[in-house]
Nanobody
Framework: QVQLVESGGGLVRAGDSLRLSCEVSGRTFSSLAMGWFRQAPGKEREFVAAISWTGDSTVYADPVKGRFTISRDNAKYTVYLQMNSLQPEDTAVYYC?????????????????WGQGTQVTVSS
C-alpha cells in the first residue's frame, strides 16, 4: 500500500512563497509518476503539476506556469511543489497524488493514490 503525506501549507500574503512536500511510503516511489492537484471551495479538484518517475519530465497547468516548480528526490521518497508569487486565487487545499505509469498524467482518474491534502491560503 502506498501512502502519501503532504506538509508545508499555511497562510501567506500575496507575492510570498511556499514549498509543499509530499512524503511517500514504500520502496516503489521511484516507479511512480507524481502530481499535485488543488481544490478551492465550491470548485472541482484541478491539476496543478506533474513529474515523471525519472524526474526528467514535468508538466504544469497554465495558471501556475512560471510560478510553480515541481521536483522530486527519489532518495528521500519525497516530491515538492515550490510556489512563488502566490496570489489569492491560489488559495485551495493542495493534494499530492501518485500514479503507476511511465507517462505524465494530468487527469485525476489516472492517479492511483492520494494524500489527505494541505491548506494553502493567500491573503491579498
Amino acid at each position: 500500500q502506498v501512502q502519501l503525506v503532504e506538509s508545508g501549507g499555511g497562510l501567506v500574503r500575496a507575492g510570498d512563497s511556499l514549498r509543499l512536500s509530499c512524503e511517500v511510503s514504500g520502496r516503489t516511489f521511484s516507479s511512480l509518476a507524481m502530481g499535485w492537484f488543488r481544490q478551492a471551495p465550491g470548485k472541482e479538484r484541478e491539476f496543478v503539476a506533474a513529474i515523471s518517475w525519472t524526474g526528467d519530465s514535468t508538466v504544469y497547468a497554465d495558471p501556475v506556469k512560471g510560478r510553480f516548480t515541481i521536483s522530486r528526490d527519489n532518495a528521500k521518497y519525497t516530491v515538492y511543489l515550490q510556489m512563488n508569487s502566490l496570489q489569492p486565487e491560489d488559495t485551495a487545499v493542495y493534494y499530492c497524488a501518485a500514479a503507476w505509469t511511465t507517462l505524465l498524467p494530468t487527469a485525476r482518474n489516472r492517479y492511483d493514490y492520494w494524500g489527505q491534502g494541505t491548506q494553502v491560503t493567500v491573503s491579498s
